[in-house]
């Protein structure tokens, strides 16, 4: 298996993730979206393909299959 590009270190391997977007303003959540990921570090890379169909699903040719709520806490005071 390949070695990741970020920490050189760990092998990586290709899984379905669940990936959080912001797009203008608004956060949308895709799910299975196929990726590698380090299996030391955790970083997750997606192929120019899976990028751009990510992109046109989300600015509208894609339909949402559900909606979430959730709770946005400020880290800096």
Do not use: N, W
């Not at 590698?36 to 949402?64: I, P, W, Y």
């Amino acid at each position: 298996m390949p070695k990741c590009d970020v920490c050189r270190g760990g092998e990586t391997r290709e899984e379905l993730v669940d990936e959080m977007f912001c797009i203008d303003g608004q956060y949308v959540m895709v799910d299975g979206v196929p990726a590698v990921v380090c299996g030391q570090c955790g970083e997750q890379t997606f192929s120019r393909e899976t990028a751009e169909k990510v992109r046109l699903m989300v600015h509208g040719e894609g339909k949402a299959v559900r909606s979430l709520s959730v709770q946005v806490f400020r880290f800096a005071s």
